[in-house]
């Protein structure tokens, strides 16, 4: 059963940077997007940051500008570069990668900004 494993989460200071990676335990063909989402404690989850096949990429409004997503389509793998993080970013992040008709979803990295 083909998987997508995130790393690179933890515990960071406010104002630094962080890279999140996300790739899949075998090749999945016909992904046409990928992307992040981000579940903050007590809140639903989100979708924070997409690139599709083309390259072609989308920030949630509380990211833009101080973050960028670039993937490998060879490897179905997808990143996110944060930068000067906040408090506010704090939560779980998860990737996904999609095709026509279904979606795969990682289990999440646990991400947490200490003021």
């Known amino acids: 059963q083909v998987q997508l494993v995130e790393s690179g989460g933890g515990l960071v200071q406010a104002g630094s940077s962080l890279r999140l990676s996300c790739a899949a335990s075998?090749?999945?063909?016909?992904?046409?997007?990928m992307g992040w989402y981000r579940q903050a404690p007590g809140e639903q989850r989100e979708s924070i940051a997409t690139?599709?096949?083309?390259?072609?990429?989308s920030y949630a409004d509380s990211l833009k500008g101080r973050s960028t997503i670039s993937g490998d389509n060879a490897k179905n793998a997808v990143y996110l570069l944060m930068n000067s993080l906040k408090p506010e970013d704090t939560g779980v992040y998860y990737c996904?990668?999609?095709?026509?008709?279904?979606?795969?979803w990682g289990k999440g990295t646990l991400v947490t900004v200490s003021s």
């Open positions: 075998e090749t999945i063909a016909g992904i046409n997007l």
């Open positions: 690139i599709t096949s083309d390259g072609l990429t």
């Open positions: 996904y990668a999609a095709q026509i008709g279904r979606a795969y």
